[in-house]
Structures are given as C-alpha cells and as structure tokens.
C-alpha cells in the first residue's frame, strides 16, 4: 500500500493532539485508542521509507565498488 508525506502528518498532527480521529481527504478513520494510532504512525513511517527505497530516493544498502588493475603484458 502507499503512503503519502500528507496522511503522515495528518496521523501526527492527531496523535499531538491526543486525538484518535483522523481525516485525510474524505476518509475518516477512528482508533480505538492511542496506542494503535502510534502503530497506524509506524505503519506509515515504514511503508514511506519502503517507497522511497524502491523509487531510489532513499538510498538502500550501501555498496561497494572495487576496482581491479594490473600491468599489461
């Protein structure tokens, strides 16, 4: 699923105000209660970074060039 910077903020800005009701565009969820708003928060987080890897944004592991040379004979 894909995620976007807006309903990120939108799940923060909710969890500052210790609210559990959240509303991005015409969709309005409710928590049960604070706890699963911050997993709803970490969901969202991972799957950002997950995106961001994938499209290249973000870089992934690191990686190693090596470069090989010798005398021609």
């Known amino acids: 699923m894909s995620f976007t910077q807006d309903q990120l903020q939108a799940l ?3 969890l ?5 009701r959240v509303t991005f565009g015409d969709k309005t ?7 699963e708003l911050r997993l709803a928060i ?5 799957g950002l970074l997950e995106q961001a890897a994938a ?3 973000w870089p992934g592991a690191a990686r190693q ?3 090989n040379t010798g005398k021609g004979t």
Do not use: N, P, W
């Open 12 to 14: 923060q800005s909710a």
């Open 16 to 20: 500052s105000q210790g609210e559990r």
């Open 29 to 35: 969820v409710e928590y049960r209660s604070i706890e």
């Open 42 to 46: 970490r969901e969202v987080k991972r």
């Open 55 to 57: 499209t290249g944004l």
């Open 65 to 67: 060039i090596q470069i």
